[in-house]
């Protein structure tokens, strides 16, 4: 009778296999089952981002074009971020807070510290990309936006991902713009505005979502809205183009995954690499 060794002379070729070896095939075993609006709820992330990037290109073609004044931006960023501060500790009733032994006037003081250093630098902001032409900045600042958007961490555990290099392009991409603005004091607000809308409403959106989820999708839902009303104002057709685009990365997309789910066919059975269980660590000493 044939045995599943290597270790054992049999009167069988090395490649035989008998009917049994087909009695341990399972396939996915470890298939995830996905729910669509469990999907379209994850989507939520994608398009926020989608959203923040166009309403920091919204915000700087108003301020190139005069239309928005730095006063007004800093004011209305200002605001928007003290009401987050505090909807940010009201959120978890400040657990989070006292779990990460963060006071708030370490957080005062952080804020002080960026502030004071992003104005003061703010003159060296404007003029220092000015031997580089116009078409080149704003090539790499939409090269930097795209590689914020894949790098960003949407809550997927995978290698791409990576929070710092995401937030690091974005605030490039950011110097970038703002150095094609009129005055320092606009590319001091734009570079300050970047911060608020990639650095701190991320933060905001997660512990919404981990917490409220349905404050979460109303949130997400007047944002993407907001982002296509500025839009409107700019360009009707990249509105529409923009709310296709975020119907297909919330709608479509989750239908087509879980379509594609049905025709997901992974296989494991005895030709699969043997995993060691045991405890080896005693051979270590």
Same mark, same amino acid.
């Not at 952080?110 to 090539?139: C, N």
């Not at 007047?222 to 183009?241: D, E, H, K, N």
């Given at each position: 009778?044939? #045995? #599943?060794?290597? =270790?054992?002379?049999?009167?069988?070729?090395?490649?035989?296999?008998d009917?049994?070896?087909? /009695?341990?095939?399972?396939?996915? @075993?470890?298939?995830?089952?996905?729910?669509?609006?469990?999907?379209?709820?994850? %989507?939520?992330?994608?398009?926020?981002?989608?959203?923040?990037?166009? $309403?920091?290109?919204?915000?700087?073609? =108003?301020?190139?074009?005069?239309?928005?004044?730095?006063?007004?931006?800093? +004011?209305?960023?200002? @605001?928007? %971020?003290?009401?987050? =501060?505090?909807l940010?500790?009201?959120?978890?009733?400040?657990?989070?807070?006292?779990?990460? +032994?963060?006071?708030?006037?370490?957080?005062?003081?952080?804020?002080?510290? *960026?502030?004071?250093?992003?104005?003061?630098?703010?003159?060296?902001?404007?003029?220092?990309?000015? %031997?580089?032409?116009?078409?080149?900045?704003?090539?790499?600042?939409?090269?930097m936006?795209?590689?914020?958007?894949?790098?960003?961490?949407?809550?997927?555990?995978?290698?791409?991902?990576?929070?710092?290099?995401?937030?690091?392009?974005?605030?490039?991409?950011? $110097?970038?713009?703002?150095?094609?603005?009129?005055?320092s004091?606009?590319? *001091?607000?734009?570079v300050?505005?970047?911060?608020?809308?990639?650095?701190?409403?991320?933060?905001?959106?997660?512990?919404? #979502?981990?917490?409220?989820?349905?404050? =979460?999708?109303?949130?997400?839902?007047? *944002?993407?809205?907001?982002?296509?009303?500025?839009?409107?104002?700019?360009?009707?057709? +990249?509105? @529409?183009?923009?709310?296709?685009?975020?119907?297909a990365?919330?709608?479509?997309?989750?239908?087509?995954?879980?379509?594609?789910q049905?025709? #997901?066919?992974?296989?494991?059975?005895?030709?699969? /690499?043997?995993?060691?269980?045991?405890?080896?660590?005693?051979?270590?000493?």
């Amino acid at each position: 009778r044939w #045995k #599943k060794v290597l =270790y054992e002379r049999q009167p069988f070729p090395d490649n035989y296999v008998d009917q049994r070896f087909l /009695e341990e095939l399972r396939k996915n @075993v470890h298939a995830r089952q996905y729910r669509y609006r469990a999907v379209v709820f994850q %989507s939520g992330a994608v398009v926020q981002q989608l959203c923040s990037v166009c $309403v920091f290109a919204l915000t700087w073609w =108003y301020m190139d074009a005069g239309m928005l004044s730095p006063q007004g931006l800093f +004011g209305a960023a200002l @605001v928007s %971020s003290l009401l987050g =501060y505090v909807l940010f500790d009201a959120v978890d009733g400040g657990a989070g807070r006292w779990a990460s +032994g963060r006071t708030r006037w370490a957080d005062l003081k952080s804020t002080l510290v *960026f502030t004071a250093f992003t104005y003061g630098f703010s003159p060296v902001l404007k003029t220092l990309t000015e %031997s580089i032409s116009t078409d080149t900045i704003y090539a790499m600042s939409a090269l930097m936006l795209l590689g914020h958007l894949i790098f960003f961490d949407y809550g997927a555990n995978a290698a791409i991902v990576s929070s710092t290099l995401s937030l690091n392009m974005a605030i490039f991409a950011s $110097v970038c713009l703002a150095s094609r603005l009129p005055r320092s004091l606009h590319a *001091f607000v734009m570079v300050t505005f970047a911060m608020q809308i990639f650095a701190l409403w991320p933060m905001l959106q997660k512990k919404l #979502k981990a917490r409220t989820p349905r404050c =979460y999708v109303g949130v997400t839902v007047l *944002f993407a809205l907001a982002a296509l009303a500025g839009l409107a104002t700019v360009s009707s057709v +990249g509105a @529409v183009l923009f709310a296709s685009l975020l119907l297909a990365v919330s709608c479509l997309c989750p239908y087509c995954l879980i379509r594609l789910q049905l025709l #997901k066919d992974n296989i494991h059975g005895p030709w699969d /690499e043997a995993e060691i269980k045991e405890d080896l660590s005693r051979f270590l000493m």
